[in-house]
């Protein structure tokens, strides 16, 4: 039987084939040595000039038969597959990343445990307003076996012209609440120069929305040994909010916790938009626990235990939402707080949904 030629050029061809795979791999793993010698002088790993130059010299000595505008696309994909490679390297060492440490951040806050398997509620009026308002969504909090108290102090508003808190007063109020009823505190700080106060009255420090990419905040908490709850950017996307996470492990500070709290889109029947999705996703990419705030997130009273149950299912590590004892006079927010009875009611439907249980209080001061 005389020779196939087609057999004999198939088999050529795939000779060729696997020698174009040794070579682009043993490409792709130059690149990678060279995009960490990049990183290690401290040079951008993307350079256009050079890629220019590249493409420029295969041009030259490109006899045929694929046109200049062939051999420059098929490059060009090359070129963008070992960049890929270099990200990946990149993201492989992020330190909030699920590749550096496999196992969940776990963090234990005055015998509260955060992250830990089994949710939290975490409540309390958008603003603090006097010790008497704070006080009476604290002994409720008790009376519920709730032991995460939030309450802002300092508030950054739309308007210059609305309630700003009280400010250091505010985180006072805070203080002694926590202390007596023995509450884990969170309330968001929003200047560098106001961290070392606040670490002496609040548990948890809270960057806000508005915050997530203020740097030399994110910095400057990253440098303290106190917990942070980093909420998400009004229009961040979810490798943003990782970063701004990695701001603040890079400098040391390891106690940090993720917080959903809907981002900007054109829907206008709620007040953002609940990115469920960010929890799975901020699970499986990062170790850190993940909150859910349905209040910010929705802006609507309705809405809150609906998303409160999706958070939960989804395996968010807590839920956070506002609670006033008289949210028709509360100083900002008011439309979207619950009051005590309404709130109570939610707590009492997210028991009977099986996705949240009463905390057994911890007796320890
Ligand atoms: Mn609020």
Redesign the pocket.
């Known amino acids: 039987m005389a020779h196939d030629p087609i057999e004999t050029m198939r088999k050529q061809i795939d000779e060729i084939n696997l020698e174009i795979l040794a070579l682009i791999n043993k490409r792709a793993a130059l690149v990678q040595d060279l995009g960490k010698e990049k990183l290690k002088q401290g040079i951008n790993r993307f350079d256009p000039e050079r890629e220019r130059e590249m493409l420029n010299l295969l041009v030259e000595n490109n006899n045929g038969p694929f046109t200049d505008n062939t051999i420059r696309h098929l490059f060009k994909q090359i070129f963008q597959a070992s960049l890929d490679l270099q990200k990946d390297d990149n993201k492989k060492v992020l330190l909030v990343s699920r590749k550096k440490q496999p196992e969940d951040t776990v963090l234990t806050i005055k015998g509260v445990v955060f992250g830990g398997g089994e949710p939290l509620l975490i409540a309390g009026p958008?603003s603090v307003e006097s010790y008497e308002q704070v006080r009476a969504v604290a002994e409720n909090h008790v009376k519920r076996g709730l032991r995460v108290l939030r309450g802002?102090a300092f508030k950054p508003r739309t308007s210059p012209y609305d309630f700003q808190g009280l400010g250091e007063e505010g985180l006072q109020i805070l203080k002694r609440i926590g202390d007596e009823f023995n509450l884990v505190t969170i309330s968001e700080i929003v200047t560098p120069a106001d961290l070392e106060m606040a670490t002496k009255y609040i548990d948890v420090i809270q960057i806000g929305a508005r915050n997530m990419q203020n740097f030399e905040l994110l910095k400057a908490v990253g440098r303290l040994n106190h917990p942070v709850l980093l909420k998400r950017g009004l229009s961040a996307t979810i490798e943003e909010f990782i970063y701004a996470a990695e701001y603040i492990l890079s400098e040391g500070n390891t106690q940090v916790m993720l917080c959903e709290r809907g981002i900007r889109t054109y829907e206008k029947a709620t007040r953002n938009t609940l990115d469920i999705s960010a929890v799975p996703l901020l699970k499986q990419e990062t170790h850190l626990p993940v909150f859910v705030d349905v209040?910010?997130s929705t802006g609507r009273r309705d809405l809150l235990l609906p998303t409160a149950k999706a958070g939960l299912a989804v395996g968010a590590d807590g839920v956070m939402l506002?609670v006033h004892p008289d949210p028709d006079v509360a100083l900002?927010?008011a439309k979207q707080q619950v009051n005590i009875p309404q709130f109570n009611e939610i707590v009492d439907q997210l028991l009977a949904s099986g996705l949240y249980k009463e905390a057994k209080i911890a007796v320890e001061r």
């Open positions: 958008c802002g209040t910010h506002e900002s927010d």
